[in-house]
């Protein structure tokens, strides 16, 4: 080999790394993972957009590497991200990891921007499902049960059992989970648009969500409608006239009128304090308890 030929492998080389310094790295997936945003995943939680200030937190440097050669496209990529977003807050850096490696394929051109926020839209119901089920319902209450018995039995050691407890799965399935997020959005969500197939993904991922959502909407209302009608023992309040025709009508009710309000472009802060003002006079008034 001459010494031109060493040169022109070496720069070959020197070319090739310097694309490959800008690709994502498990370095920086499990950084990400453990950032300010993915730690205070609802420190800056929102009304309007819950957690979309955090996750853009949770992303931003590895768009900043993604686009290093785009600040239009990294500034597009951050309003991007600014959507509503909630989900369980061990999840999120899952989602995150299929985000980043679909804004690559944004980034080279070969997925339409839109889809990465279609994605997880999808994504949000079911995994906000399994994963408070999991955590909120399951380790929460084992971790409470092991530290209050050690409590009642005067051991100091309680407060630290029920941490970690709790955090130990939490943080394993955070540098875990944005691992295998973004191997899932490099491999099989790449293949399953070119097939054809994340339409199919994405109506199964909609049907699970509205199955979450419909849960939340009787088990997450608490309003009911106190007037009594008749009188003497056939008395009966309206609450339980509704009940005996579907349970969990009123909240169903008030999910639809919110989305219907919603669908007609109504600020959701308007709604918010709409919500309150009509339940304080409610109460007042004695229609609603």
Known sequence: MTSNDAVGTEGAKNAGSGVDNYRITKEDLIKSSLSLGSLGMEFSWTYYKQMNIA????????LKKIYHDDEAGYWAAIQRHLSFFNITVQIAPFVGGIAMSMEEKIHDGELPADT?????????????????????????????????????????AAPIVFLLIY??????????????????????????????????????????????????????????????????DTAQTLQEILDGIMPGVVGLGAMWFYYWLLSKKVNPSWVILG???????????????
């Open 275 to 289: 919500t309150m003002i009509f339940g304080v006079v409610g109460v007042y008034f004695g229609f609603l308890a």
């Open 116 to 156: 990465v926020n279609d994605v997880k839209a999808a994504l949000m119901g079911p995994l906000s499902g399994i994963g408070d089920s999991i955590f909120l319902a399951t380790i929460r209450v084992i971790a409470a049960a092991v530290a209050i018995s050690l409590a009642q039995a005067g051991n100091p």
């Open 167 to 232: 955090n130990i799965p939490a943080f394993w399935l955070r540098i875990w989970g944005v691992q295998q997020g973004y191997k899932l959005g490099v491999g099989f969500l790449t293949n399953a648009e070119q097939s054809g197939r994340m339409q199919t993904i994405m109506f199964a991922a909609g049907v699970v969500g509205a199955m979450v959502i419909g849960g939340m909407t009787s088990s997450m209302f608490y309003a009911t409608i106190p007037v009594v009608i008749g009188t003497g």
């Open 55 to 62: 996750f853009c937190l949770m992303v931003q440097k590895m």
